[in-house]
């Protein structure tokens, strides 16, 4: 049973910086495309930062250097370490697993999502 499991949200103000973790069990996230996305009520989902099982990663123009992804392949793990967050930010994380490895495919399984607030 694939599974996705978000930690590390929370509260904090303007220039905090929070870490996300995805815990991916059911399946290899190694071999997956893996990906963080966001939405904040009343606006579109948008995607904060994906990778492929192999290449670059690609994140939102608005990420602006602020947000670092990355994987522990052993920990079967996804992190989104988060810098300098803004208001803006504020809004419900989520892990997402595409068994596709290339990330041309939908992502098929979704966490329940963790909070981030971000107060001016």
């Known amino acids: 049973q694939v599974q996705l499991a978000e930690s590390g949200g929370g509260s904090v103000e303007s220039g905090g910086s929070l870490k996300l973790s995805c815990v991916a069990s059911?399946?290899?996230?190694?071999?997956?495309?893996m990906a963080w996305f966001r939405q904040s009520p009343g606006k579109e989902r948008e995607e904060v930062a994906k990778?492929?099982?192999?290449?670059?990663?690609i994140y939102g123009n608005f990420v602006r250097g602020r947000f670092y992804l990355a994987r522990d392949v052993a920990k079967n793990t996804l992190y989104l370490q988060m810098y300098k967050l803004e208001p803006e930010d504020t809004a419900m994380y989520y892990c997402?697993?595409?068994?596709?490895?290339?990330?041309?495919?939908?992502?098929?399984?979704w966490g329940q999502g963790t909070q981030v607030t971000v107060s001016s």
């Open positions: 990778t492929a099982s192999v290449g670059a990663i």
């Open positions: 997402a697993a595409s068994l596709t490895p290339t990330c041309m495919g939908d992502f098929t399984y």
């Open positions: 059911g399946f290899d996230a190694g071999r997956a495309c």
